[in-house]
């Protein structure tokens, strides 16, 4: 299963690099096989993710740090959000993260991206209608993964849609699989299409 | 027969998903076998449509009943919508239904999309020449398969283009046969997409 | 050897239909085994781009009469452009006609297009630098071939660079071979991509 | 390992192409098997870059001599520009060129690129932290290679992010591999997207 698992989301990955989502080897993935798991496996640092394949993820422990450790192998300069996400939010087992251009776009401009309206909005867990009112979080860019790991805990309540953006860099999304993950991904992705093609365009 | 076209229509879906039209699990998709059948092959609930497949297809009846109902087995939410399309066109033996942004960003504004002076627009069955006046109709969205049914009814004389737009939702598209019914809606999209850069960009 | 063109050419339309450059069924394109032959192979009207093969191809006399008649088998509805282009610059032996969308969208505003201080010109067989002007003339559409063929007739002093461009229709490119008549089209798209999207973005 | 990395270098052309960066025969690329060789392996002038082969380079010595020549074989037009890049940036084994819009457009209007607070940045080599100001330069276009070499030489200091654009024409990127050249050139454009859509759309 494990197998497979890399294999679908090796694939996906590379999907996600052709859409330009992921230029040159930006952009990190992690996945659990059970969400009582403390190993965590996620891609090695320095990928191309034009090439991405099963063979390059790596395991980590709760923490971020390397099991079976290498001196040739590095994890993701950003498991540390990786590992931040898993315990605050304890169903999760697959996290994705994009650089994807509208949130980006969004993320200049605004300290949260608000959706009314649009019927996709339902591709977020929970949400039963287009009228519901949906609104993801935007943090400050940082190069010290500490300020992350901080902001989501004291932000946790604000973080209700499974994703968050980091201002000029990208998106974070993450469900309690793989399949729940990119379907987050790609609805906040769609809907800060639309919404900035009608506002801007 | 059946397994060449559900083979061709599932390529087609995966195809419209790479172009982004039809984000993780959204849309739907279902065709008959002659326009005198009952028989309604509808896509699945839930289905990633990057990946769907001939087996993603179910048979529900007339009403959107399954037929050989199994609880892992759930026809789409929208079901409705096809079958009562089958019902007031009833030449109809494929519909599409897409997420394009370019029909939904013109619905958020119009309450019918008129397009005039495009030679593209002879892609609509019955069109003959570019200057004739194509009119599209915009229907409010809802969570209530029911009102999409009864504005269906009530409107069916402005339905004249083998399409409609649900505002902020996407598009639904039919035809005679498969092919038509992918010549009529990607017709649309196009005519949206050039009718929005230039009026817009 | 037209075999292994037929297949090209096919792989061409394929593509260029996978970057919406031809929805459904729409446009068409011919090729001529050598620029002296009579016999023109053109696209069977009505196939759709996404799945245009080899077998795609029939028989048109010089005027645009099919060889070989057989009452299932029609050659695309602008024949007429195709055998006036090959008559007027006697050197081409492959023509392609696209929709794509920043040429047609430029064709709204402008009875020509003017490109000056792009690298990309000489993509135009015979230019030589990027500060030469190329001017390429936009007509107005029509149903009628006849007007066409009578437009090219009086304006082929005009048609300098291999290509033209119908109003709110799409582009005519040639060449005295396949890869002269692709670089034409696909500078000239690229020319108006970029020009569009500088003066209107 | 050079037949590797033609096989590679070949495939992302045809990508680069597939994303419409090099429309045709338009762009070049090269790459040396050591930094100390004297051998340049380059791209063939005329090659339609949606088909490029490993069979599609040719040597040439370190001032774009051909090795072995041929009269049948051309080397890219802009190959003085390669040489001049690998004598003043001698740790380079690897140089794309690129006619992707967006440094075209920026280039259209801008003496020099600007970015500071995105995160892709850090995909230049030695820049640590989105905060830092990245300034790529933009050169006139000209047809006479020996201006190139010339502004090269004179303005070296100036180009420290290893790329640079050409006015109205393309992107020259480079690297002390195929991966790092890659990267660099993919940073810049993806930078480029994302300013532009942000300060224009």
């Given at each position: 299963?494990?197998d497979?698992?890399?294999h679908?989301?090796?694939?996906?990955?590379?999907?996600?690099?052709?859409?330009?989502?992921?230029p040159?080897?930006?952009t990190?993935y992690s996945f659990k096989?059970?969400?009582e798991d403390?190993?965590?496996?996620?891609?090695k640092s320095?990928?191309?993710?034009?090439?991405?394949?099963?063979?390059?993820?790596?395991?980590?422990?709760?923490?971020?740090n390397?099991?079976?450790?290498?001196?040739?192998?590095?994890?993701?300069?950003?498991?540390?959000?990786?590992c931040q996400i898993?315990?605050l939010?304890p169903?999760?087992?697959?996290?994705?993260?994009?650089?994807?251009?509208?949130p980006v776009l969004?993320?200049?401009?605004?300290?949260e991206?608000?959706?009314e309206?649009?019927?996709?909005?339902?591709?977020?867990?929970?949400?039963?209608?287009?009228?519901?009112?949906?609104v993801?979080?935007?943090v400050?860019?940082?190069q010290?993964?500490?300020?992350f790991?901080?902001?989501?805990?004291?932000?946790?309540e604000?973080?209700?849609f499974?994703?968050?953006?980091?201002?000029?860099?990208?998106?974070?999304a993450?469900?309690?699989?793989?399949?729940?993950?990119?379907?987050h991904?790609?609805?906040?992705d769609?809907?800060?299409?639309?919404?900035w093609?009608?506002?801007?365009a």
């Open positions: 299963m494990i497979l698992l890399k679908e989301l090796a694939k996906t990955i590379r999907i996600y690099n052709s859409k330009g989502w992921s040159a080897t930006s990190n096989l059970a969400p403390k190993d965590i496996h996620i891609s320095g990928i191309d993710k034009a090439n991405f394949t099963s063979e390059d993820f790596m395991e980590v422990d709760e923490n971020g390397p099991i079976n450790f290498s001196i040739h192998l590095k994890p993701s300069a950003e498991t540390g959000i990786h898993y315990k939010f169903s999760t087992t697959c996290i994705l993260h994009s650089h994807s251009v509208y969004w993320s200049l401009e605004h300290k991206l608000v959706f309206g649009f019927e996709i909005q339902k591709g977020f867990e929970g949400v039963m209608s287009h009228q519901e009112k949906v993801i979080p935007v400050e860019n940082s010290d993964m500490a300020f790991e901080n902001w989501m805990k004291e932000n946790g604000k973080i209700n499974h994703c968050f953006v980091i201002k000029g860099h990208g998106t974070y993450w469900g309690k699989n793989f399949f729940e993950a990119k379907r991904l790609e609805t906040l769609y809907l800060c299409e639309l919404k093609k009608s506002n801007k």
